[in-house]
């Protein structure tokens, strides 16, 4: 193997890790590296345990929208104590990531936050990152027994938010009516460029004008850039040791397989410092990784990887709910509708399926399938006997293989080998694999370009059981449980047929489907053109009083927001 193209795509990597202790705005190259700021809105702020947020993370640009750097978004629901309680990974495309977070059940009265960030942001610390204050009401453990002042907001509510007009073409509606929803800009502004939700809830469960605050509201005088951005996907770093000096091992190739999921690998030649930086490519769910290198003697790796959540927290107010005997219908109201929810719980929202990437390693022109062939007592006598173009060699005292290529009649001695798309080094132990366990075995006798490294030949095994075939993986390997992006999910849209809804999620008008939903509807991304925004939206079946809040922030960096009320009798 040999790598090419390395230089350039180093040096400018060397030049990112080495900045940790420059003032910030840092330079690089002469220009200012960006600054990122992220606001977040939810469909409302007043919840029951066991309930789902809905949330709209954006990024702005001086508190105005704007393209983010990073295309993953970190949100986090957790207590003025620190203590994370519930936390995902989502997609930030354009900007802007959608998305819902469970709140536990067990989760006591009180008011907690939801927070966003990025990965860039860390190196500002947690106090750049945005927090939303979150009032959640546990049925079973009631109110809190003594209340102090409501929750503080953040300073930027301090300031009166430019108006959105927002009517409803009636007053009042019957269970499962039509609403028509107008909005029109209420000031001399142009809204168009405006990153506006809207939600249609239970009056009394939005009460908090603002989309988050950051404790600190002025850029820090200096930050270390220890977090380099996630640009293109999800990214795995690090830093690669000696686990017996502690000194740092550079200058090595490292790989990153993801085992299950979507699988693929990745190459990176750790730095001087024996950092590394891995970007993965659409992992979701929960996957199995697994991070080796090639043995090198005297030497045994350690592989310290950086946490994926920051685990730091900014000192918080603790707050209380706001809440007494007043809100007692509002809360009865709320816990009927998550009965009703729990009992009879209505069509899911649509899932927007992650792309499904193949092996990021193209086909291999030679496939063997193993059970295609006569018993053969041993993998060696496999290699030798049905797959072509691989020869089982020694040299310097080991077992080697090599790929030769017929057309260009060259023979590649350092092929990648890959077990289960697990590189290995110790051929002998691959050879030690009864072949029963071997599913199959791809050659590719050509030269295959895996990021910076060129590689001279493959040669893929793939066990039935995709367990290494019981070998022991290598030595320098790590493995670890990764989380991934949580799935793209749109609001459900409940029982009628709404705009936008699709036949799989909206129910017939005639069903019989309880809709006790507090929030009828959150549209996260509502544009408001000049001429105006016409919306549709549906009454429930619960007779209570409801809030239309169109809430966001304008292309100049303003807040903007709108409220109208309306009943379903």
Not at 52 to 77: N, R
Not at 161 to 180: C, H, M, N, S
């Amino acid at each position: 193997m040999r790598n090419v193209m390395h230089h350039r795509s180093r040096t400018f990597l060397s030049h990112l890790l080495a900045l940790g202790s420059l003032a910030f705005p840092l330079l690089l190259m002469g220009q200012a590296l960006p600054v990122e700021q992220i606001l977040l809105h939810s469909d409302r702020d007043l919840y029951l345990s066991g309930e789902q947020i809905w949330f709209k993370g954006y990024a702005v640009d001086g508190e105005s929208p704007a393209a983010a750097m990073s295309t993953v978004l970190y949100v986090e629901l957790h207590s003025a104590a620190k203590q994370s309680l519930a936390r995902g990974k989502y997609r930030l495309q354009d900007g802007q990531a959608q998305g819902s977070i469970d709140i536990p059940a067990t989760l006591p009265s009180g008011v907690y936050y939801l927070r966003a960030y990025t990965r860039y942001l860390r190196n500002a610390g947690p106090a750049a990152f945005v927090y939303l204050p979150i009032r959640i009401v546990n049925p079973e453990t009631g109110l809190p027994a003594q209340e102090r002042p409501a929750p503080q907001t953040s300073p930027a509510a301090s300031v009166a938010p430019l108006p959105i007009r927002v009517q409803t073409d009636r007053a009042a509606y019957a269970p499962g009516e039509a609403l028509t929803i107008r909005l029109e800009s209420g000031a001399p502004t142009d809204f168009s460029a405006a990153e506006l939700s809207l939600s249609v809830v239970k009056k009394g469960t939005h009460s908090l004008p603002h989309s988050g605050f950051s404790p600190v509201w002025t850029p820090p005088a200096a930050v270390s850039l220890a977090w380099l951005p996630e640009t293109r996907d999800l990214a795995i770093a690090g830093q690669l040791r000696d686990k017996a000096t502690g000194k740092a091992i550079g200058d090595v190739a490292c790989w990153v397989t993801v085992m299950d999921g979507t699988p693929q690998v990745h190459h990176f030649r750790s730095e001087a410092d024996g950092a590394f930086f891995f970007s993965l490519n659409e992992v979701s769910g929960k996957a199995t990784v697994a991070l080796t290198t090639a043995p090198q003697a005297g030497v045994e790796a350690e592989w310290l990887i950086q946490q994926d959540y920051a685990a730091e927290y900014p000192e918080l107010p603790s707050l209380a709910l706001g809440l007494d005997s007043s809100d007692r219908a509002l809360l009865e109201s709320l816990l009927t509708g998550a009965q009703v929810a729990a009992r009879f719980p209505g069509p899911p929202g649509d899932t927007l399926a992650p792309v499904a990437l193949p092996l990021n390693l193209e086909a291999a022109p030679t496939v063997r399938l193993l059970r295609d062939f006569v018993e053969i007592p041993n993998l060696k006598e496999v290699f030798q006997e049905i797959v072509t173009g691989v020869q089982v060699r020694q040299r310097q005292g080991k077992t080697a293989l090599s790929v030769f290529d017929e057309q260009s009649q060259f023979t590649y001695d350092d092929p990648l080998i890959l077990l289960d798309n697990l590189p290995v080094f110790d051929v002998d132990a691959l050879l030690g694999i009864l072949p029963e366990r071997v599913a199959r075995i791809e050659v590719f006798p050509r030269r295959y370009v895996l990021g910076d490294l060129l590689i001279g030949g493959m040669v893929r095994v793939y066990t039935v059981q995709g367990d290494l075939g019981g070998m022991a993986p290598p030595a320098q390997t790590a493995f670890l449980r990764y989380d991934g992006l949580n799935p793209a999910v749109s609001f459900p849209p409940g029982k009628y047929t709404a705009a936008g809804a699709s036949a799989s999620t909206a129910v017939a008008r005639s069903s019989r489907w309880p809709d006790f939903r507090s929030t009828l509807c959150w549209l996260p991304d509502v544009r408001l053109s000049q001429a105006g925004t016409t919306l549709t939206c549906f009454a429930g079946d619960a007779v209570s009083e409801y809030e239309v809040v169109v809430q966001g922030t304008t292309a100049e960096g303003a807040r903007c927001e709108g409220r109208a009320v309306f009943w379903v009798r």
